[in-house]
């Protein structure tokens, strides 16, 4: 276990504001959790920071999980379970199983952070979420001091949510996750940049293809500070989008199982205007404006103003709230609303 006292943010979130985090604590193992003095408050968990922002200096002890082994188990009929634990980068996992010819996650290519912060947000992308593939959570309870598997469906998986954002939220910290995988081809090739590849492509092929439309539209963070996309993209009624579509012909929509509609938080944000847009060093990235950027001295109220112009400006010609993805705390360690 390593404490360290006095950090410099930019080190811990990939927004990189200029501010403190009081003590960083990193543990390898579970024994090391055990030693966590949670009796008065709960520390906060961090992965990589790649979704997290620092408002304020941080007063809450902030735990990183960096036990990073792989154990896995082939089963008869060509699937793979792969135990992971916590502190494993997940595009370097993603690359690992790829380079063996497993499929599952090559769809989830180059998303920054690390393999336990994946359950917590259903990370998601071209077509692919994190729940399509878990098999399990193994996630540690502060308060009894104890280990428990969480099955897919107790995770409450939805859209970039689940249940370690509302009642496990806080209560404990995600050590390792189980992934299906198989060797069996199992191509998803629906969604728009990969619905030219052919239906025989290789699994290295998907991989490769997400890496050159993420790269070609993303902002890498270490070359130019960001959290990837800063909003989610709202969920609307069917009702509200044909009101919407009648007055906005253009508006893009994805139907839901359930009738509802997905609107691209892009789309209604480019619209206003605010592709390349910056509010003093903090702004909208140019290629997709739904990632927010920060070009170096970028401080907490540059974003939040920016948020609030994004919010009103969306709201007021769509009444749409947009709500960050992005996890934006206060100084201690709540969450900033
Ligand atoms: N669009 C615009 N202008 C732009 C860019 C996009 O109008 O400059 C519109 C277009 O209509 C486009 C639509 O927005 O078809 C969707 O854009 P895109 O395919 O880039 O995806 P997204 O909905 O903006 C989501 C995820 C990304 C994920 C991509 C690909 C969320 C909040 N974001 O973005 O995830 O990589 O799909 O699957 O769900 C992240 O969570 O950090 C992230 C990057």
């Known amino acids: 276990m390593h404490i360290l006292h006095d ?10 504001l200029k501010t403190r985090l009081a003590t960083v604590i990193e543990v390898g193992c579970l024994a090391d959790l055990e030693q966590i003095d949670s009796s008065s408050s709960a520390p906060l968990v961090l992965g990589e ?29 060509g699937h793979c379970l792969l135990h992971v634990e ?39 992308a071209y077509g692919v979420e994190l729940a399509d593939v878990c098999a399990y959570v193994d996630y540690y309870h502060w308060q009894t001091k104890s280990l428990q598997r969480l099955t897919t469906s107790d995770c409450n998986f939805g859209y970039r949510d689940s249940v370690f954002k509302h009642q496990l939220a806080g209560k404990g910290i995600i050590v390792a996750v189980g992934l299906n995988l198989t060797i069996l081809a199992r191509p998803v090739l629906s969604y728009q940049g990969l619905d030219k590849l052919p239906a025989t492509s290789a699994v290295c092929d998907i991989y490769q293809q997400v890496i050159a439309t993420r790269s070609s539209k993303l902002p890498d963070y270490r070359q130019l500070a960001n959290c990837g996309s800063f909003f989610k993209n709202p969920v609307i009624s069917g009702a509200d989008y044909q009101r919407l579509q009648q007055r906005y012909p253009a508006i893009p929509g994805f139907k839901q199982h359930n009738s509802q509609v997905k609107v691209p938080a892009a789309w209604l944000i480019d619209q206003q205007g605010f592709k390349g847009y910056r509010h003093n060093d903090i702004g909208c990235y140019e290629k997709q404006p739904l990632v927010l950027v920060n070009y170096g001295n970028g401080c907490a109220e540059d974003l939040l103003t920016l948020i609030g112009q994004i919010q009103s400006k969306v709201c007021q010609a769509y009444q749409i709230t947009l709500e960050p993805e992005v996890r934006l705390l206060n100084s201690d360690g709540q969450q900033y609303v």
């Open 49 to 77: 920071g790649s979704n997290t922002v620092f408002l304020q200096a941080q007063t809450r002890s902030i735990v990183r999980y960096t036990g990073a082994n792989i154990t896995e188990t082939w089963l008869d009929d």
């Open 86 to 124: 916590a502190g494993h980068n997940w595009h370097q996992l993603v690359t690992a199983t790829v380079k063996r010819q497993l499929w599952g996650i090559e769809n989830l290519a180059l998303i920054p952070g690390s393999v336990g912060a994946a359950p917590v947000q259903n990370i998601g």
């Open 7 to 16: 950090q410099p943010a930019e080190l811990y979130s990939t927004f990189r």
